[in-house]
C-alpha cells in the first residue's frame, strides 16, 4: 500500500514572496503518478500540477513548480510570487500506474493549509 | 456540463436514517470515483465505476454504504442506518478516460452530511 506524508498542517507566507510545501511518500512501485491539489474554502478540489514518476526534469505550471526527488521519495511544491488567491489546503496525491493498467485511484496526504498575506 | 456537481451540498441526517448523495459528472467521462473527506484531513477513496460498471469498491467502510451508476453517467452513494462516524463530506470526481492513471481527476463541490 502506499503511503503519503505532509508533515506541515499549517504554513503562511506574504503576498509576492516564495513557499514551498514538502511531502514524502512511500511505494515499491517504479511507475506512478504524482500530483497536487488545491482545495480553497469553497471546497472544489483542483489540479495544480502533475508529475510522471519516469520523467527526471521536474514539472513546471507557471508560479507553480516541483521538486522531484525519485530517490529520496519527496515531492515538494514551490509557489512563487504568492498570490492572496492561493490560500488553499494543499494536498498531495498519488496514482499508482503499475503495468500500465492502473484506473487513478488517489491516496492523499494529510494536507497543508497555506495562508497568503497581504 | 460544465463541471462535476453534487447534490444536496449539506445534508443534516438523524443517526439512523438513510441518505442518498448525488453526483453528476462532466458529460462524456468514463471514470466517477467517491471520495470520503473527514473534517481537517485529506480525502479517502470509497469507489470507482468505469461506465456503469463498479470496479472497485474496497474502500467502502461497512456494508451500510452502497453505491451506483446504473447508466453510466449520474451516480448515487447510498448511505444505510446512518451513523455519527459517517459524519464528513462526500466528493465525487469524474476522469474521462477508463485505464489511464494520469487523467486529470475533476472534483465536484462535495457534500457534507452531519449525523446528529
Known amino acids: 500500500a502506499q503511503t503519503v506524508t505532509q508533515s506541515q498542517p499549517e504554513m503562511s507566507v506574504q503576498e509576492a514572496e516564495t513557499v514551498t510545501l514538502s511531502c514524502t511518500y512511500d511505494?515499491?512501485?517504479?511507475?506512478?503518478?504524482l500530483f497536487w491539489y488545491k482545495q480553497p474554502p469553497s471546497r472544489q478540489m483542483i489540479l495544480v500540477i502533475r508529475?510522471?514518476?519516469?520523467?527526471?526534469q521536474n514539472a513546471t505550471e507557471n508560479r507553480f513548480s516541483v521538486n522531484f526527488q525519485k530517490a529520496a521519495k519527496s515531492f515538494s511544491l514551490k509557489i512563487s510570487d504568492s498570490q492572496l488567491g492561493d490560500t488553499a489546503m494543499y494536498f498531495c496525491?498519488?496514482?499508482?500506474?503499475?503495468?500500465?493498467?492502473?484506473?487513478?485511484?488517489?491516496?492523499f496526504g494529510q494536507g497543508t493549509i497555506l495562508t497568503v498575506h497581504p | 456540463g460544465a463541471g462535476v456537481s453534487q447534490s444536496p451540498r449539506y445534508k443534516v441526517a438523524k443517526r439512523g436514517q438513510d441518505v442518498a448523495l448525488r453526483c453528476d459528472p462532466i458529460?462524456?467521462?468514463?471514470?466517477l470515483f467517491w471520495y470520503q473527506q473527514a473534517l481537517g484531513q485529506g480525502p479517502e477513496f470509497l469507489t470507482y465505476?468505469?461506465?456503469?460498471?463498479?470496479?472497485?469498491k474496497s474502500g467502502l467502510p461497512s456494508d451500510r454504504f452502497f453505491a451506483e451508476r446504473p447508466e453510466g453517467s449520474v451516480s448515487t452513494l447510498k448511505i444505510q442506518r446512518t451513523q455519527q462516524e459517517d459524519s464528513a463530506v462526500y466528493l465525487c470526481?469524474?476522469?474521462?478516460?477508463?485505464?489511464?492513471?494520469?487523467?486529470?481527476?475533476?472534483f465536484g463541490p462535495g457534500t457534507r452530511l452531519t449525523v446528529l
Open positions: 496525491a498519488f496514482i499508482s500506474n503499475a503495468g500500465g493498467t492502473s484506473y487513478g485511484k488517489l491516496t
Open positions: 508529475q510522471e514518476a519516469y520523467k527526471q
Open positions: 470526481a469524474s476522469s474521462l478516460g477508463g485505464l489511464a492513471a494520469r487523467d486529470t481527476q475533476y
Open positions: 465505476f468505469q461506465n456503469e460498471a463498479q470496479l472497485d
Open positions: 458529460s462524456g467521462h468514463v471514470s
Open positions: 511505494t515499491s512501485e517504479s511507475n506512478y503518478y
